[in-house]
């Protein structure tokens, strides 16, 4: 049976990969510390899981949804969260749009927008979701590096001038994965004069706003005065609930960029179930997290300060669930993760995986499986210091 030739355009899935691995370790017997995928190890908060078994007891909630861009109080209820924690008004029947998750908010984007032949301007590195279906789609997706000595932030004045009349998306992630970078709203500011003077549409993947460390709180680039005319914004309640399994997002934003979105979801899913989303706003306005928030800051403290500790010079990431680590010198990010998996059973994402620049580190996740209270974090330093050398 052949296969469509877009699938040869697709790079073997980074996650799977990591998965075999990480299966083959287990296989083998060994005690693994996984700081491979960002997916939240805690359990979703109990009162979150109460108002599902609630909405779920309902029947209307067992149809279809048939509404036009989510069910309608999931909307009002982001309306309501968005104004009290970003401190701007969307319209729930044209500015907000129901997902199921995020990723499939990215990855659908694409499709709405491009054509064979139109430019999408990616970070690299960069979630991997949308330079795969930039590809699928016939689009031509062109890196845009972020590199250490700009922030992790990419050079938006830089880019060829050829370049800039096929674009028609710019993708941006903040607080972001996989480097841990967060952006300020000067940056977002420059994203909107950019866009506005190229007609660009800003797609901005903000799954990690509430993923936020002594203090910090990350903006939305829809504070910066017209960015609903060039941006939409993508949120998730995967990463701060410990949803991930939920499946439940949103996107936010200029109103005809979301139509058209909407009119390519309206034909390849058919929207969450309903108690979820219901579950979902009722979370936004009603719900904490602090114990996990709590959690991972103390994971944070103690992976950090171990590896400062071997001779690392990190700082302690202000958000996200991750830590983005430079390799020793004589090593790439493949060769590093390869000798923490066998020398130390430590497990941690190469940087490559997440587009070229991302050669030269990895990526170390706080979200680790049978921790409690960072023993395992600990652990993992220990390893790395008993078993693999490091020459600075």
Same mark, same amino acid.
């Given at each position: 049976?052949?296969?469509?030739?877009?699938?040869?355009?697709?790079?073997?899935?980074?996650?799977?990969?990591?998965?075999?691995?990480? =299966?083959?370790?287990?296989?083998?017997?060994?005690?693994?510390?996984?700081?491979?995928?960002?997916?939240?190890?805690?359990?979703?908060?109990?009162?979150?899981?109460?108002?599902?078994?609630?909405?779920?007891?309902?029947?209307?909630?067992?149809?279809?949804?048939?509404?036009?861009?989510?069910?309608?109080?999931?909307?009002?209820?982001?309306?309501?969260?968005?104004?009290?924690?970003?401190?701007?008004?969307? #319209?729930?029947?044209?500015?907000?749009?129901?997902?199921?998750?995020?990723?499939?908010?990215? =990855?659908?984007?694409?499709?709405?927008?491009?054509?064979?032949?139109?430019?999408?301007?990616?970070?690299?590195? =960069?979630?991997?979701?949308?330079?795969?279906?930039?590809?699928?789609?016939?689009?031509?997706?062109?890196?845009?590096?972020?590199?250490?000595?700009?922030?992790?932030?990419?050079?938006?004045?830089?880019?060829?001038?050829?370049?800039?009349?096929?674009?028609?998306?710019?993708?941006?992630?903040?607080?972001?994965?996989?480097?841990?970078?967060?952006?300020?709203?000067?940056?977002?500011?420059?994203?909107?004069?950019?866009?506005?003077?190229?007609?660009?549409?800003?797609?901005?993947?903000?799954?990690?706003?509430?993923?936020?460390?002594?203090?910090?709180?990350?903006?939305?680039?829809?504070?910066?005065?017209?960015?609903?005319?060039?941006?939409?914004?993508?949120?998730?309640?995967?990463?701060?609930?410990?949803?991930?399994?939920?499946?439940?997002?949103?996107?936010?934003?200029?109103? #005809?960029?979301?139509?058209?979105?909407?009119?390519?979801?309206?034909?390849?899913?058919?929207?969450?179930?309903?108690?979820?989303?219901?579950?979902?706003?009722?979370?936004?306005?009603?719900?904490?997290?602090?114990?996990?928030?709590?959690?991972?800051?103390?994971?944070?403290?103690?992976?950090? #300060?171990?590896?400062?500790?071997?001779?690392?010079?990190?700082?302690?990431?202000?958000?996200?669930?991750?830590?983005?680590?430079?390799?020793?010198?004589?090593?790439?990010?493949?060769?590093?993760?390869?000798?923490?998996?066998?020398?130390?059973? %430590?497990?941690?994402?190469?940087?490559?995986?997440?587009?070229?620049?991302?050669?030269?580190?990895?990526?170390?996740?706080?979200? %680790?499986?049978?921790?409690?209270?960072?023993?395992?974090?600990?652990?993992?330093?220990?390893?790395?210091?008993?078993?693999?050398?490091?020459?600075?």
């Amino acid at each position: 049976m052949q296969r469509a030739k877009r699938l040869s355009l697709i790079p073997p899935y980074l996650f799977g990969e990591i998965a075999r691995l990480k =299966a083959q370790a287990i296989a083998e017997g060994r005690d693994l510390v996984d700081l491979g995928i960002g997916d939240p190890d805690q359990p979703t908060p109990e009162p979150i899981i109460e108002q599902l078994n609630h909405f779920a007891h309902n029947p209307s909630t067992h149809r279809y949804d048939e509404s036009n861009a989510g069910v309608p109080e999931f909307l009002e209820d982001v309306a309501t969260w968005f104004q009290d924690r970003f401190g701007v008004t969307l #319209d729930p029947r044209t500015e907000i749009l129901e997902l199921i998750g995020s990723k499939e908010g990215l =990855a659908h984007v694409v499709w709405a927008f491009l054509d064979p032949g139109d430019v999408a301007l990616v970070p690299d590195p =960069a979630y991997t979701v949308v330079k795969v279906n930039t590809l699928l789609a016939g689009g031509e997706p062109y890196e845009l590096p972020l590199l250490a000595e700009n922030g992790f932030l990419p050079d938006l004045t830089n880019i060829p001038g050829d370049i800039v009349k096929k674009a028609k998306l710019l993708y941006i992630n903040y607080p972001n994965n996989p480097t841990g970078a967060v952006a300020t709203r000067e940056f977002f500011k420059q994203a909107v004069d950019f866009a506005r003077e190229t007609d660009t549409l800003i797609v901005h993947d903000c799954a990690y706003a509430e993923v936020g460390y002594d203090g910090y709180r990350a903006p939305s680039i829809l504070e910066i005065d017209g960015a609903k005319d060039v941006a939409i914004e993508t949120h998730s309640l995967s990463k701060t609930f410990n949803m991930t399994g939920w499946r439940i997002g949103f996107a936010v934003g200029n109103p #005809d960029a979301l139509k058209a979105l909407n009119t390519l979801k309206g034909n390849v899913d058919s929207k969450q179930f309903a108690a979820i989303a219901l579950t979902g706003g009722w979370a936004l306005n009603h719900a904490r997290n602090d114990a996990s928030l709590e959690l991972l800051k103390r994971r944070r403290d103690i992976l950090v #300060d171990g590896l400062n500790r071997l001779g690392w010079k990190l700082e302690r990431p202000k958000a996200s669930f991750y830590v983005w680590v430079p390799v020793p010198p004589g090593h790439t990010s493949a060769t590093f993760a390869k000798e923490l998996l066998e020398e130390a059973s %430590v497990l941690a994402i190469p940087g490559l995986g997440y587009g070229q620049h991302g050669d030269g580190y990895v990526r170390m996740s706080l979200t %680790v499986s049978g921790d409690r209270n960072g023993e395992r974090l600990e652990e993992a330093v220990r390893r790395i210091e008993q078993h693999i050398p490091l020459r600075w």
